[in-house]
């Protein structure tokens, strides 16, 4: 979906209110189901009636274009609009999780010969291709008219909030990640050898220790790379910290509090796990 923004007014470093780059990630998969008060069978079947075998369209509202010809043609046109029209909601994809959604005429969903949809628009020789008028939607970008219209809205903040918080820490571990390892001091050789004496002290490991030993120097890189990444992340935090102002468009991580154990490892328990033993369940 386009995103407008004024000319006049467009987001800079300081401002805080939207995120300087442009979103890409799609809302859907962001989506909180828990929002939901029924499931997506329970709603489609809320067009039943009593005591008759047909189904018809369960009303609401969805996030459509108002131009049909490019909304289907190229939906992320930047000179598209879109808006909260009403619908009929006809149809539920278990496989895509999408919804079909046919636009409303004077609050009526008809064919093109001016007949009402029943039963999704499905017939005995099959589904009718698409028409103009309906369209595949995500359930946050549909509401239902039976719903509270109030808890739709947080599902949609929730679900923008979580994108904007992912695309940031993307853009994070991306920063981290393009730094430059020149200059840094690297891991130890002497503390890659105590990790690769404890890791072949593993009596699984011994037996397969010719195959262990082939991948070893492409573990040891690996570690290195982790180290050096470890080392630039850690200044670039600090950098982004001291400097709030200057790098306000950077979202760092949550910190996670480390969990203390309530006892320490004993030496004897330490000695069983290195020789592969465990630790005793009595």
């Given at each position: ?28 998969i ?9 499931t ?18 369960v009303?609401?509202?969805?996030l ?18 879109y ?66 219209p109030r ?27 393009c ?11 002497k ?18 220790e ?58 004897s ?14």
């Amino acid at each position: 979906m386009p995103r407008h923004y004024d000319p006049d007014n467009m987001p800079t470093i300081k401002d805080k209110k939207d995120l300087l780059f442009p979103i890409y990630l799609p809302l859907k998969i962001f989506d909180n189901e828990d929002y939901d008060c029924r499931t997506p069978e329970e709603w489609i079947s809320l067009g039943l009636e009593p005591g008759s075998h047909d189904r018809k369209p369960v009303p609401g509202k969805a996030l459509l274009p108002t131009d049909d010809v490019f909304g289907h043609e190229d939906p992320k046109n930047p000179k598209l609009i879109y808006q909260w029209i009403d619908v009929g909601v006809l149809d539920y994809d278990k496989e895509t999780k999408l919804y079909l959604v046919h636009k409303t005429d004077n609050g009526m969903v008809r064919n093109e010969e001016g007949r009402p949809i029943l039963n999704g628009g499905i017939t005995p020789e099959g589904r009718a291709p698409l028409l103009p008028c309906q369209y595949w939607v995500p359930r946050v970008c549909l509401l239902f008219l039976a719903e509270d219209p109030r808890v739709f809205a947080q599902r949609v903040v929730s679900a923008d909030n979580l994108r904007k918080k992912t695309q940031a820490l993307l853009l994070y571990h991306l920063y981290v990640d393009c730094m430059p390892t020149d200059g840094l001091n690297s891991i130890s050789e002497k503390s890659l050898q105590e990790m690769s004496l404890l890791a072949m002290h593993i009596p699984k490991l011994r037996k397969e220790e010719k195959r262990i030993l082939d991948c070893m120097c492409c573990l040891e890189k690996e570690v290195r790379l982790d180290y050096e990444r470890t080392m630039n992340k850690i200044n670039f935090d600090r950098i982004v910290t001291s400097k709030p102002e200057m790098f306000s468009y950077v979202t760092l991580p949550d910190k996670e509090e480390e969990k203390v154990p309530e006892k320490g490892m004993g030496h004897s328990e330490a000695v069983g796990i290195q020789h592969g033993y465990g630790t005793s369940c009595l």
